[in-house]
T-cell receptor, first 114, second 114 residues
Framework: AQSVTQPDIHITVSEGASLELRCNYS??????LFWYVQSPGQGLQLLLK??????LVQGIKGFEAEFKRSQSSFNLRKPSVHWSDAAEYFC????????????FGRGTSLIVHP | DGGITQSPKYLFRKEGQNVTLSCEQN?????MYWYRQDPGQGLRLIYY???????QKGDIAEGYSVSREKKESFPLTVTSAQKNPTAFYLC?????????????FGSGTRLTVV
């Protein structure tokens, strides 16, 4: 069965600093990988996704993520964080075999200090 | 604009009552999903439907029921058998039948037992 781990429950950064949110997955074949963002009391919005090809994926709002098969990771990065980036971030992994329905991580809460 | 509409935004349930959460989409998406979100636990799949008049149980279906009589509608009923229904409920849809291309989420319904 597929699984996904987000090791950090909370991350605190200063505005303008760089950001990296960690995501590790467990799945035997090539996974489908996603990052979503959730503002308080709202639904989730898709930031970016990886299916195949270039392992560096660009998303919306200036985010990018890199798929590293050797490390089973799909970390989310942003070079300069804005106060509006404060939110909950979820990594999800889906499988290319069987059910594609993704499994979500428990989320990482991003706090941005001015 | 196309999207997913969940209603109501807040819902209060008395002990022993059944309540129904509404989810409507005008994206012409094939598949629809219901997730439950509890603090620190990420998203857990309740039910999903890939075509009209067909649906499958997710990981935590006990105490819930759904119907899919129309492509655009996927209501969730929280029955009295659900012993701990207080949570944030999210509806999602996807173009593909199994969510491989990513989800579009509604803005959620917060259900509280009083």
């Amino acid at each position: 069965a597929q699984s996904v781990t987000q090791p950090d429950i909370h991350i605190t950064v200063s505005e303008g600093a760089s950001l990296e949110l960690r995501c590790n997955y467990s799945y035997g074949a090539t996974p489908y990988l996603f990052w979503y963002v959730q503002s308080p009391g709202q639904g989730l919005q898709l930031l970016l996704k990886y299916f195949s090809g270039d392992t560096l994926v660009q998303g919306i709002k200036g985010f990018e993520a890199e798929f590293k098969r050797s490390q089973s990771s799909f970390n989310l990065r942003k070079p300069s964080v804005h106060w509006s980036d404060a939110a909950e971030y979820f990594c999800a992994v889906g499988s290319s075999g069987g059910s594609y329905i993704p499994t979500f991580g428990r989320g990482t809460s991003l706090i941005v200090h001015p | 604009d196309g999207g997913i509409t969940q209603s109501p935004k807040y819902l209060f349930r008395k002990e022993g009552q059944n309540v129904t959460l509404s989810c409507e989409q005008n994206l012409n998406h094939d598949a629809m999903y219901w997730y439950r979100q509890d603090p620190g636990q990420g998203l857990r799949l309740i039910y999903y439907s890939q075509i009209v008049n067909d649906f499958q149980k997710g990981d935590i279906a006990e105490g819930y029921s759904v119907s899919r009589e129309k492509k655009e509608s996927f209501p969730l009923t929280v029955t009295s058998a659900q012993k701990n229904p207080t949570a944030f409920y999210l509806c999602a849809s996807s173009i593909g039948k199994q969510g491989a291309v990513g989800y579009t989420f509604g803005s959620g319904t917060r259900l509280t037992v009083v």
